[in-house]
């Protein structure tokens, strides 16, 4: 059945909505517990039956509620069944192993292959994506650009865009103006002119441990050494490792994934964003922080940058929507703080310019305010699917089972009990089609073996759960 909503009464149910969720989260409303019936949410809230049904709808989808026939509507959701947050890291110190390779390159090689489950990379599915709506942004911007796009941008990149993004980032009260930006292709080319820009070859460069095998792999290609630093999976980065690694004197920069970490998932608080900004600028430590995922919370408001609270311009801030709404127009940028000619002058050897086209699609988008209502859906899918996952994983893996809790971002850190090795698991799982991302990538230490990540940007449908079911047989028969 579906339901026609009012648009002034779309907020209201999703209000309706948001206030039962927060009190089944919270423990307040527990599994089994019977909802109010939609007569008596029509008359407290004053709203239709149609808004009444809709914020039920939408608790339903997230698999928060459930409808008993001839009985009403019931709490599903429970704490208590949900898997227990995963471990804080301890790495040693200085890696001494190196990436793996090879296995970074056999989890790519499987996304191309037919009938793959991809719950390898963090990217969202094609059907999550507004494809039509860009692709008319492209017949637009080869109208209006000059020489319908095949002319070189500026070196700093497309000025509509840059307006954009300094716009958008009012969302994290950061101060950023337009011209303090400059476009790259995608977040990672931003971290590595960053990269290139404060850092020589030899030099120790601090991360948070795990983290995307991307920034590793980006650190080996330019001879860096790279110190990992124990990393809590709810709140981030150790301050008292960074400020002890700061001190030292033996680290030339540190890179951060401040909003929803890849893999774990985290989240620094804003004060211990304050925080980082402030020993950045103690210690004169760039701090290259990669805030790709920070558009895609499950809460009420964006959380906040580093950047927000840089006084001294030592935070060279990178995003993209890479993630979020086009991954192959490889959109990006950097706001590089005082480095800004340094990152200018590495973007002029490596590149001179970026795609003018896609810049312009991605700049209509922010401008209309389509990114926004976008990223409203994703929003929903994504964190109706980490619901889903977390009950497959508490119902189908074996016991003992940990994973992260995030609160926004496209990824799971699932850390299976100690005997199982995630590398054997991840032929087995190959074998029957279903390809995710081992522990062992996200790191150069000898560590993370029973752990992997999972994808939770797909589109959630029986296949799906049959998968995550079977890879817990395959887990519980390691």
């Given at each position: 059945?579906?339901?026609?909503?009012?648009?002034?009464?779309?907020?209201?149910?999703?209000?309706?909505?948001?206030?039962?969720e927060k009190q089944i989260q919270d423990?307040?409303?527990?599994?089994?517990?019977?909802?109010?019936?939609?007569?008596?949410?029509?008359?407290?809230?004053?709203?239709?039956?149609?808004?009444?049904?809709?914020?039920?709808?939408?608790?339903?989808?997230?698999?928060?509620?459930?409808?008993?026939?001839?009985?009403?509507?019931?709490?599903?959701?429970?704490?208590?069944?949900?898997?227990?947050?995963?471990?804080?890291?301890?790495?040693?110190?200085?890696?001494?192993?190196?990436?793996?390779?090879?296995?970074?390159?056999?989890?790519?090689?499987?996304?191309?292959?037919?009938?793959?489950?991809?719950?390898?990379?963090?990217?969202?599915?094609?059907?999550?994506?507004?494809?039509?709506?860009?692709?008319?942004?492209?017949?637009?911007?080869?109208?209006?650009?000059?020489?319908?796009?095949?002319?070189?941008?500026?070196?700093?990149?497309?000025?509509?865009?840059?307006?954009?993004?300094?716009?958008?980032?009012?969302?994290?009260?950061?101060?950023?103006?337009?011209?303090?930006?400059?476009?790259?292709?995608?977040?990672?080319?931003?971290?590595?002119?960053?990269?290139?820009?404060?850092?020589?070859?030899?030099?120790?460069?601090?991360?948070?441990?795990?983290?995307?095998?991307?920034?590793?792999?980006?650190?080996?290609?330019?001879?860096?050494?790279?110190?990992?630093?124990?990393?809590?999976?709810?709140?981030?980065?150790?301050?008292?490792?960074?400020?002890?690694?700061?001190?030292?004197?033996?680290?030339?920069?540190?890179?951060?994934?401040?909003?929803?970490?890849?893999?774990?998932?985290?989240?620094?608080?804003?004060?211990?964003?304050?925080?980082?900004?402030?020993?950045?600028?103690?210690?004169?430590?760039?701090?290259?922080?990669?805030?790709?995922?920070?558009?895609?919370?499950?809460?009420?408001?964006?959380?906040?940058?580093?950047?927000?609270?840089?006084?001294?311009?030592?935070?060279?801030?990178?995003?993209s929507v890479s993630k979020t709404l086009?991954?192959?127009?490889?959109?990006?940028?950097?706001?590089?703080?005082?480095?800004?000619?340094?990152?200018?002058?590495?973007?002029?050897?490596?590149?001179?310019?970026?795609?003018?086209?896609?810049?312009?699609?991605?700049?209509?988008?922010?401008?209309?305010?389509r990114y926004e209502s976008h990223l409203?859906?994703?929003?929903?899918?994504?964190?109706?699917?980490?619901?889903?996952?977390?009950?497959?994983?508490?119902?189908?893996?074996?016991?003992?089972?940990?994973?992260?809790?995030?609160?926004?971002?496209?990824?799971?850190?699932?850390?299976?009990?100690?005997?199982?090795?995630?590398?054997?698991?991840?032929?087995?799982?190959?074998?029957?089609?279903?390809?995710?991302?081992?522990?062992?990538?996200?790191?150069?230490?000898?560590?993370?073996?029973?752990?992997?990540?999972?994808?939770?940007?797909?589109?959630?449908?029986?296949?799906?759960?049959?998968?995550?079911?079977?890879?817990?047989?395959?887990?519980?028969?390691?």
């Amino acid at each position: 059945m579906k339901t026609t909503v009012d648009k002034k009464e779309t907020f209201i149910y999703l209000k309706i909505a948001g206030i039962i969720e927060k009190q089944i989260q919270d423990g307040t409303l527990q599994h089994g517990d019977k909802l109010p019936s939609l007569r008596t949410l029509c008359r407290d809230y004053g709203i239709s039956q149609n808004s009444a049904l809709s914020a039920y709808y939408h608790l339903e989808s997230k698999m928060l509620i459930e409808t008993r026939p001839q009985s009403g509507y019931y709490v599903k959701y429970s704490r208590l069944r949900m898997p227990a947050v995963a471990s804080a890291s301890k790495p040693s110190g200085i890696a001494s192993f190196g990436l793996n390779e090879q296995l970074v390159s056999k989890v790519y090689d499987s996304l191309g292959e037919s009938g793959h489950l991809p719950l390898s990379l963090g990217t969202p599915a094609n059907e999550l994506l507004p494809i039509a709506k860009l692709n008319k942004g492209l017949l637009q911007a080869t109208r209006e650009l000059s020489g319908s796009g095949v002319a070189y941008d500026t070196a700093q990149g497309n000025e509509r865009l840059r307006r954009q993004i300094a716009r958008w980032a009012m969302n994290m009260d950061a101060r950023i103006s337009y011209d303090d930006l400059i476009t790259t292709s995608g977040c990672l080319n931003a971290l590595s002119y960053c990269m290139m820009a404060v850092t020589e070859k030899g030099d120790t460069v601090a991360m948070e441990s795990p983290v995307s095998f991307g920034m590793l792999q980006l650190a080996q290609a330019l001879q860096l050494k790279v110190l990992e630093l124990p990393t809590n999976p709810e709140t981030g980065v150790d301050l008292n490792a960074l400020e002890d690694a700061m001190k030292s004197g033996k680290i030339k920069a540190c890179l951060l994934i401040s909003n929803f970490s890849n893999p774990l998932g985290s989240c620094m608080p804003d004060k211990h964003k304050r925080t980082v900004a402030l020993l950045s600028e103690k210690y004169q430590v760039p701090i290259i922080e990669n805030d790709l995922n920070g558009d895609v919370y499950f809460g009420s408001h964006r959380p906040k940058s580093c950047k927000t609270y840089d006084e001294s311009g030592m935070v060279l801030w990178c995003g993209s929507v890479s993630k979020t709404l086009a991954p192959g127009y490889r959109v990006g940028w950097t706001a590089p703080g005082k480095f800004k000619e340094k990152v200018l002058r590495m973007k002029l050897y490596h590149a001179i310019s970026c795609t003018t086209i896609t810049q312009e699609v991605i700049a209509g988008f922010l401008e209309t305010g389509r990114y926004e209502s976008h990223l409203r859906k994703l929003r929903h899918s994504l964190h109706a699917n980490l619901l889903k996952y977390s009950t497959a994983i508490s119902a189908y893996f074996p016991e003992g089972t940990l994973t992260s809790h995030p609160t926004g971002g496209f990824v799971l850190w699932v850390e299976l009990p100690g005997d199982i090795n995630t590398l054997e698991l991840h032929e087995k799982a190959l074998a029957r089609k279903i390809s995710f991302a081992p522990g062992r990538i996200f790191t150069m230490q000898n560590q993370y073996d029973n752990c992997l990540r999972l994808n939770y940007g797909l589109v959630w449908d029986q296949k799906l759960e049959n998968d995550l079911k079977l890879l817990g047989i395959l887990a519980r028969s390691s």
